[in-house]
């Protein structure tokens, strides 16, 4: 069975300075995949004219695909804002997933790579792999717990338009959750803990739990994005949050 799914953003804020997140999040779409086929797409934009000069587009794409007991997921955004003509993001980011199943674990390869302005990521490229344990479930209810290791290339752009660059490796320990609250109230949540393999104080942390609320014919959902670095390369704020509104349509 193959499935469409377009998200509407009815209403899109952001708290701090920052608009894209450095971890990509797979597994809302892992929530809604059948036995063959799924897609999501999200889409919304702004603009104003006259005393305020501000435009904004985000949209990302996810695609999966089952091959008996192997996944493919494959995810792109892009988000572009600006404000009187000063570009504030033009940020893209794309990841590709694959994760063999043995029963309820799996054992994970991804690609991944992006830039981020407001955190003065030219480029971050990625390639790891990890295993994944199921640790409990019930129905659709579930609770997962993984561990990785990737290699990560960074740029940065430091002070005067100097480039800092940063070969790391980093272990990676993850954990993803699905629990029915009610029966018309949904939580997915995802958490990402990376550590500097050559400095142990070097540590991101990324949550993002999703609240579905299943009151109507299209679930409507609050997204919450938390990102924290204990050492940034660069002059930036150390955690930024992100926190959106939205529609999902499942046709």
């Given at each position: 069975?193959?499935?469409?799914?377009?998200?509407?953003?009815?209403?899109?804020?952001?708290?701090?300075?920052?608009?894209?997140?450095?971890?990509?999040?797979?597994?809302?779409?892992?929530?809604?995949?059948?036995?063959?086929?799924?897609?999501?797409?999200?889409?919304?934009?702004?603009?104003?004219?006259?005393?305020?000069?501000?435009?904004?587009?985000?949209?990302?794409?996810?695609?999966?695909?089952?091959?008996?007991?192997?996944?493919?997921?494959?995810?792109?955004?892009?988000?572009?804002?600006?404000?009187?003509?000063?570009?504030?993001?033009d940020d893209w980011v794309g990841?590709?997933?694959?994760?063999?199943?043995?029963?309820?674990?799996?054992?994970?390869?991804?690609?991944q790579g992006q830039n981020v302005k407001s955190l003065k990521l030219l480029h971050r490229y990625l390639i790891g792999a990890g295993y994944r344990i199921r640790i409990k479930e019930k129905q659709t209810d579930y609770f997962d717990f993984s561990l990785g290791f990737f290699y990560e290339d960074e740029l940065y752009e430091g002070v005067n338009l100097s480039k800092i660059e940063k070969y790391n490796y980093r272990y990676s320990l993850s954990s993803f959750s699905n629990f029915s609250i009610t029966e018309k109230i949904l939580l997915n949540t995802s958490i990402y803990y990376q550590i500097n393999t050559n400095d142990l104080g070097d540590a991101r942390l990324f949550i993002e739990p999703r609240l579905y609320f299943n009151f109507t014919s299209f679930p409507i959902y609050l997204n919450l994005k938390y990102r924290y670095h204990s050492k940034p390369y660069v002059e930036i704020l150390k955690s930024d949050t992100e926190l959106t509104f939205g529609i999902e349509i499942d046709l």
């Open positions: 069975m193959k499935k469409l799914f377009l998200s509407i953003f009815l209403i899109s804020f952001l708290i701090s300075n920052s608009f894209t997140q450095t971890i990509i999040n797979t597994e809302s779409l892992l929530r809604e995949i059948d036995s063959t086929f799924a897609f999501k797409l999200n889409i919304d934009g702004n603009v104003n004219f006259g005393n305020i000069e501000f435009a904004q587009l985000n949209n990302s794409l996810s695609i999966g695909k089952k091959i008996n007991n192997s996944l493919v997921r494959l995810s792109f955004g892009y988000e572009y804002i600006s404000e009187e003509k000063d570009v504030l993001a990841q590709v997933r694959f994760n063999k199943f043995y029963k309820k674990n799996s054992a994970f390869l991804f690609l």
